[in-house]
């Protein structure tokens, strides 16, 4: 099992809709869970941490399944701008590294 | 507060030729992180700092190497460059005081010929 997978999409998503994302990981030792955003040919940044007990920032949901080793992010009301990649962030475990997984691309069409 | 600087933006180099990527940043963190992302691959660790004056192999170290100058910068360096490092470079930095937010860099475009 890869230690972070994602569905790489594309997801197409007419604006307005809700969609939502999973990200699976390996190592139950791991301590922190994030959601990055990334733009085409930018860098990623921060979208939101993810929490044991889910947490909301606007139209994102953000929640933590550690018994199945998942996270998942929820996007309600989409916009066109929402269009971009979102990487699954988990780490860091026992030898400090932080995991990326290939992310999932998002496409919202008007 | 620049957060996370890397020079240069965009590099072109022949095939053996060498170079060094720069970041800095002015965040006191503690931690710094070199990346490579090509396409479909995600971002994939090089090297990594937890601390000033260690450094550690991440996921794809091979062809590189690297130095922790100080709190603020860590440079990598490709001694003779291949095709096949044609990518992407992030540079990222993080507290490392348990709140784990990473913070990039722009990148630097690489293209070996």
């Known amino acids: 099992r890869k230690e972070v997978e994602q569905d790489p999409g594309p997801f197409n998503v007419p604006e307005g809709a809700t969609v939502a994302f999973n990200c699976t990981y390996s190592?139950?030792?791991?301590?922190?869970f994030f959601w990055y955003r990334q733009d085409c040919r930018k860098e990623p940044k921060l979208l939101m941490s993810?929490?044991?007990s889910g947490n909301e920032d606007g139209r994102f949901t953000a929640q933590l399944n550690r018994a199945s080793q998942y996270i998942s992010l929820l996007i309600r009301d989409s916009k066109l701008s929402d269009s971009a990649t979102y990487l699954c962030?988990?780490?860091?475990?026992?030898?400090?590294?932080?995991?990326f997984g290939k992310g999932t691309r998002l496409h919202i069409l008007p | 507060n620049a957060g996370v600087t890397q020079t240069p933006k965009f590099q072109v180099l022949k095939t053996g030729q060498s170079m060094t990527l720069q970041c800095a940043q002015d965040?006191?963190?503690?931690?710094m992180y070199w990346y490579r992302q090509d396409p479909g691959m995600g971002l994939r660790l090089i090297y990594y700092?937890?601390?000033?004056?260690?450094?550690d192999k991440g996921e794809v170290p091979n062809g590189y190497n690297v130095s922790r100058l100080n709190k603020r910068e860590f440079s990598l360096r490709l001694e003779s460059a291949a095709p096949s490092q044609t990518s992407v470079y992030f540079c990222?930095?993080?507290?490392?005081?348990?709140?784990?937010?990473?913070?990039f860099g722009p990148g630097t475009r690489l293209t070996v010929t």
């Open positions: 962030v988990v780490g860091p475990n026992r030898d400090d590294k932080i995991i």
């Open positions: 965040m006191n963190h503690n931690s």
């Open positions: 990222a930095s993080i507290t490392g005081t348990g709140y784990y937010e990473q913070y």
């Open positions: 993810v929490y044991s």
């Open positions: 700092s937890a601390s000033e004056g260690t450094t």
């Open positions: 190592n139950s030792a791991s301590q922190s």
